[in-house]
């Protein structure tokens, strides 16, 4: 009762302040004159007809960062831009889950209204251009369990974002995260963690060797500056589902731990400058549905055990060095929904196996497994040219510049001949009718 008598003298003003400003609907520039003596009492009647029974500290929190509250925040939840939801406790409501979409980049967030808002479990912010608070109190960060960060928040760095210790789902993309020990600063104390995705982040360094969440179910440090191998300690992550380790600056070989990641379903690596040859143990990866090598400089034989990952559907191995036969048949690939290889140039398809309607983007194999007559190689290609005629001749028509520019004119003439003849022939016999039938 006490707190509520406190607090009515706050929401008693917050609410003429209200209404003086229109109603943050910006209908009325100027406020009728007697706003100020008869809206509070008119206004907080409204309030408590609509049943707005939000925490009045937290509602004057949410006023100073600019929501109107005409709307009951508790009611009127908007999946889009600005959204609250609020818990169900009594006799005030407090909110759960606060999202800041599009502000004004001169927005300040009071460090009053942090304090007030450390009930939220769920902290949003996308495209706020703002300044990161220097500093969230202890009870927000105690409290949140999901903080999201989209092209918001400037001179975010990694120690700002590890005091986040009790999330479980930290998210933070299109921001330049300055972290002198790249993810592993951010990532060592957030032990009850499941989803991490700091992507777009000029996060630079290398992948944490060791990994303290050890539930990780989805990991996602795409489109940064992080370089050095993968560690073969990621293989501690058993509950992985996602990784996304895409356009970073990695170097080396694959661990063969990664077969270790029996749930890993999803796995990309693409835009990097892996080598070395894909890990034998990947063939326990019995979960696996997307593989995306491609852009990197993997070598070796592509490896026959992938045709037998049942659950597979997305494979993309195109622009490394693979080399060799390519073991897959027809109905493997017809089985996939995605299946790229092209810019290998040592890899070529056995023509007996796959049609080259399907158009991989590799040479067909010779008799002895190499790719027959590389594109841009002039001296070699002769040394195929008696194994297999049928190959040779016809790579010869589409390669070599001259039997090209030869063989079209001949066609076109000939076509130019007989269409010629015919119309001669059908002039003769039509002029031969009308004789006759004159
Ligand atoms: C969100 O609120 C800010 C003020 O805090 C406002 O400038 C912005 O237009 C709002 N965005 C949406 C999508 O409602
Ligand atoms: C995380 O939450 C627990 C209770 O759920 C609390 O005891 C702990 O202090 C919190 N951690 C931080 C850093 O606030
Ligand atoms: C990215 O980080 C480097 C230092 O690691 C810095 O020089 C550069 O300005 C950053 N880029 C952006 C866009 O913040
Ligand atoms: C991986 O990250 C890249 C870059 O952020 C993104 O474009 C791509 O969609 C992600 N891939 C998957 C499978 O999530
Ligand atoms: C793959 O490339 C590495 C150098 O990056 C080389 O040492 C190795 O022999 C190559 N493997 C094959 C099978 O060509
Ligand atoms: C294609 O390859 C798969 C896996 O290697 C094999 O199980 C299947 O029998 C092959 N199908 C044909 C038609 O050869
Ligand atoms: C292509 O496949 C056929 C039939 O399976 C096989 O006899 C032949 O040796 C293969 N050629 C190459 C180059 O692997």
Redesign the pocket.
Known sequence: MERRAAALPLLLALLSSYVWTGGGRGTSPIPPPSASQLSPVASLAAAVAGGSTLDPRQLAALQSLGFPISVDPCAAPSPLGNATACDDDAPFRHLVSLRLANCSPDLDIPSTALRALSTLRSLAFVHCPIAAPRRLPPSLLASLRLFSCVASLSHLTGLWLSHLENLTELSVVGVSVSSRRGASVILSKMLDLRSATISSANLSGVLPRSWHALGLVHLDLSANRLSGPVPSSVSVLGFLEILNLSSNALTGTLPNTVGNLAELKIATLAYNSLSGPIPDSMSQLSALVHLDLSSNRFNGSVP?FL??MKALEFLNLENNNFQGVLP?????LRRLKVFKVGGNSNLCYNHTLLSSKLNLGIAPCDKYGLPVSPPVDHSDSSDYSDDDNDEDSGDKGGGGGGAATHHTPSKLVLGVAIGLSCFVFLAIFLVCLSKACG
């Open positions: 026959s045709s037998e897959f048949n027809a109905s493997f």
